[in-house]
């Protein structure tokens, strides 16, 4: 059943087809540029560029793929930036009537822990840890709707401490990807803290990310480059203490490493030998289906309308 997947959460436009699980065609618009000089997401302007595009990226998808191949239709209703879900929701289904499919609302968070059976082959359950701008979390997977959440961030997202970082050392919007470039050329050297939030398996953020304020202050340019390794670092220490006692908590030795954070290479690579060690085996998917795309959202739409068929409209979208 080929199904077209749209996600407009936040800044990217993401328009995939896939069919029994597969990728057929994925096309994906990203807005830095239009954003980079906020340092950070401007919702009013995200809205209005996916307005702009997704008319041109469908119009790309049907000149390579007649509509009638199309038998339902995936989009994300949140959480996410509101009016970014709601162009792509009403744009969803103005599209499914247009083509008389059914239409499911998917959940973002959903999308982002099952974009791994994109690419690789795994069972039930699994421990996914989320790390994305909006959100980190650690779940335990037990099915395509049996989804437990053990433990979120209190505070600030593990992206968004990446954003913030990068924006406090004025190296601009996302910050992931610059900070892991400048983490290449330093050493983990300088101490951080992590934070001690006793046996729960929630997070916290903000705390590090105001010791590396109070670090940039008293060293010099260039031991910016050690600053952001040791802050790389101490991210890759804080998800290991928690895979460690989400494992020892469920006894289940599958980890899915996902969301915007997980296209970070060394830390996925760090977590692999951790999680290796531990005995449990480490997943994680390939950068482009890390960050936000429409291919996840095709993916899980495909199950969930197979399983529950498609939604009644309109189609109710949520922040958080
Ligand atoms: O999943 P995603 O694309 O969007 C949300 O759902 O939020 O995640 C975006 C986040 C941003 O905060 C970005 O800085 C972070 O993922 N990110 C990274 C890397 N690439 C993107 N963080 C660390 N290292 C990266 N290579
Ligand atoms: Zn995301």
Not at 9 to 23: F, H, M, P, Q
Not at 156 to 170: I, L, Q, R, T, Y
Not at 269 to 298: H, R, W
């Amino acid at each position: 059943m080929a199904v077209l997947g749209i996600e407009t959460s936040c800044d990217d436009t993401g328009l995939a087809l896939v069919e029994n699980g597969r990728i057929i065609f994925s096309i994906k618009t990203g807005q830095e540029e239009f954003h980079k000089r906020f340092g950070g997401i401007v919702p009013e302007i995200a809205s209005r560029r996916h307005l702009e595009v997704l008319p041109h990226m469908v119009q790309d998808l049907f000149n390579r793929i007649s509509p009638e191949r199309i038998k339902g239709i995936a989009v994300t209703k949140g959480p996410g930036l509101i009016g970014s879900l709601l162009v792509g929701v009403k744009f969803a289904e103005g599209l499914a009537m247009g083509l008389s499919v059914p239409l499911v609302g998917v959940d973002h968070l959903h999308g982002h822990i099952f974009s791994i059976f994109l690419e690789q082959k795994l069972g039930f359950p699994y421990i996914s840890l989320l790390a994305s701008g909006g959100h980190t979390a650690l779940f335990l997977v037990k099915s395509y709707i049996n989804i437990e959440l053990l433990g979120e961030t209190r505070d600030d997202a593990c992206g968004e401490a990446f954003d913030k970082v990068a924006k406090m050392m004025d190296l601009g919007y996302p910050g992931g990807p610059v900070i892991e470039r400048m983490a290449m050329k330093g050493r983990a050297t300088i101490e951080l803290p992590i934070p001690d939030l006793g046996e729960t398996l929630d997070f916290s953020f903000s705390g590090l990310k105001t010791a590396v304020l109070h670090r940039m202050k008293d060293i010099e340019k260039e031991a910016f480059y050690d600053l952001a390794a040791s802050f790389q670092k101490t991210v890759s220490e804080i998800f290991k203490e928690k895979i460690k006692k989400a494992v020892s908590l469920t006894g289940v030795k599958r980890i899915v490493f996902c969301g915007g954070v997980a296209a970070n290479k060394t830390i996925s690579q760090e977590l692999k030998e951790f999680c290796l060690n531990l005995g449990c085996q480490f997943f994680v998917p390939s950068p482009y289906l890390c960050t936000d795309n429409g291919d996840m959202i095709a993916y899980l739409g495909e199950i969930l309308l197979k399983l529950r068929g498609g939604d009644k409209l309109p189609i109710d979208v949520y922040s958080n």
